[in-house]
């Protein structure tokens, strides 16, 4: 069906075969940055760190379509009017082939050095991050990527044009060069999970080539929409087939009564049915549908590049999560995170990290979560996506321990004290309820009583203050001993901290003392037993029994 234009389309290859007109490719761009700095502000603060990361991506977008490159810009490669490409533009921008082609008029024989192999070696050795000169490589790649949103480049369809002069111009490109891109709703394509720049070119492609028609693949038999309505022929103002629509064509306003428009019934079409021959693959794409998929794909076309900037450069993330957020984190390669001051760097995809935590005067590292784990300080993560990684803190806890410590002879009231990991006392930076246990003990009868008293620290204080009489014990029942010859030894009162009320206080070490009291009990009258306790052969010791 196209015998009779080839010889006019040969003609015109050596005046060009532009994709999206450069001034569209620019524009895609720039949009796809604005999206950026609207909804990841974060990630686009790190973008700016490199001047103007508008001018250094557009102006790869732009000269992408110089020098005859236009030709590996398909997806599959080229083989359509004569012309046939060894390259696709994966082949070309992303795997970095040798490629070739031959022009009606020239032949071309090259390898591609704006690769994304290209920008994944201008690296900055000492930090991991992109260079400039990696991002002006990335900028060649985005176009290749824009592309695979224009169908033509989806469908095999060679499209030469000349500034829109000639009737072979795929309306797509042409009507839309300085059309307005609107800001994506969702993600339309489907680029979560991203295995690499690969699946990336490859989903882009898919979901292009599925639902669009180019200008002279409508109904070609090599997939597309499916058409679900038609106008019945010469309807007015004109005629279309329509397919089901799309989530961008209900965000975008081009999903009517019937559905989206896929295909325009056109001269050729009704010159065709004139002849009695009903043939679909005769309809063509006018203006109003061009402008209408480039609605619905210039925003797919602003997640795509992002996706892309977001694969070459994945963000890592340092969250401080713990009670005061006075730990920290840096990394190594060096200059990257120092966090808690810089808590987000970009690094080139495939760069190692080394995460390593430090405690505080106040806080403990505890261990790492989310996209990290484990319990080490040091932790080492491989960027292929961005990544979150959470180190957590928790307050650095006082040790609590018993004033006097140890076998002493010392008059009551005795403390508490809080004291840090180098034993110097600090100030309770909370209450701290400690419950004591006393068990005074006889070397003649063994365990007299025991009993629990709280005593509490209150946040700011270093120390508080107990007393456990020697001899009256509101826990104990008095009682009497039965007196013998023979004395006791004078007994011993053993305190230990049975509970801190402040969690994950430290109980363990400086934890217990032993307190000789000198006389077991007090007189008498205040107490169990008498000064020195007695005991008889046929007869324990008398002893105090907790209530």
Known sequence: MYGSRLALILSLFAVSLAAHEQPTHQNLTVAALNYTKANDPGRFALLQQYGSIYSTLAAGAWNEDNDNRFVFHFLPNLNDLGEFATCSSADWGIAGLSCTSTLPFTNIGRVDDHTWPDALSAVDSTTGAPTLLGWAHLGYVVHL????????????????????????????????????????NSDYIGLSNLSGPQDLFQRVRNYTHDHYFSARTVFNGDGGPIPTYEDPDFALPAAYFYGDCLQASRDFGTCGPHGRKIAYKGGSYYSLQNEGVIDRS??????????????????????????????????????????????????????????????????????????????????????????????????????????????????????????????????????????????????????????????????????????????????????????????????????????????????????????????????????????????????????????????????????????
């Open 145 to 184: 990527l824009e592309d695979l949103t224009s169908p033509p480049h989806t469908r095999n369809s060679a499209h030469p044009c000349k500034n829109g002069a000639f009737g072979f111009c795929d309306p797509f490109e042409w009507e839309n060069q300085l059309a307005t891109v609107s800001f994506p």
């Open 282 to 547: 005769f309809a063509e794409i006018d203006t109003v549908i061009a402008q209408e998929q480039f609605r619905e794909l210039g925003p797919a076309t602003v997640t795509a590049v992002v996706a892309l900037i977001r694969l070459y450069a994945p963000m890592l993330t340092v969250q401080l999560q713990g009670d005061n957020g006075t730990g920290s984190v840096t990394s190594s390669p060096t200059t990257g995170i120092n966090c808690g001051t810089t808590c987000t760097a970009l690094f080139v995809t495939g760069t190692t990290v080394t995460l390593t935590a430090a405690d505080s005067s106040t806080e403990l590292f505890s261990g790492w979560s989310q996209d990290c784990s484990g319990a080490t300080k040091t932790v080492t993560v491989t960027l292929t996506a961005d990544m979150t990684c959470v180190a957590n803190f928790s307050l650095r806890l006082p040790v609590v321990r018993l004033n006097p410590f140890g076998n002493q002879s010392v008059a009551p009231p005795y403390s508490i004290d809080v004291v840090n990991s180098q034993l110097t006392v600090i100030p309770a930076p909370g209450d701290i309820t400690v419950t004591l246990l006393r068990e005074v003990i006889s070397q003649c009868s063994g365990l007299l009583f025991s009993s629990n008293r709280t005593v509490v620290v209150s946040q700011g204080q270093s120390s508080a203050s107990y007393n456990f009489n020697a001899g009256r014990d509101p826990a104990c029942n008095k009682r009497r001993p039965v007196p013998d010859s023979r004395s006791c030894q004078p007994s011993m009162a053993a305190f230990s901290l049975a509970d801190s009320g402040f969690h994950g206080s430290c109980l363990q070490g400086l934890m217990q003392g032993i307190v000789n009291v000198g006389r077991e009990f007090s007189p008498e009258t205040a107490g169990c037993a008498s000064i020195s306790l007695t005991c008889n052969r046929r007869q324990p010791c008398g002893r105090c029994t907790q209530k």
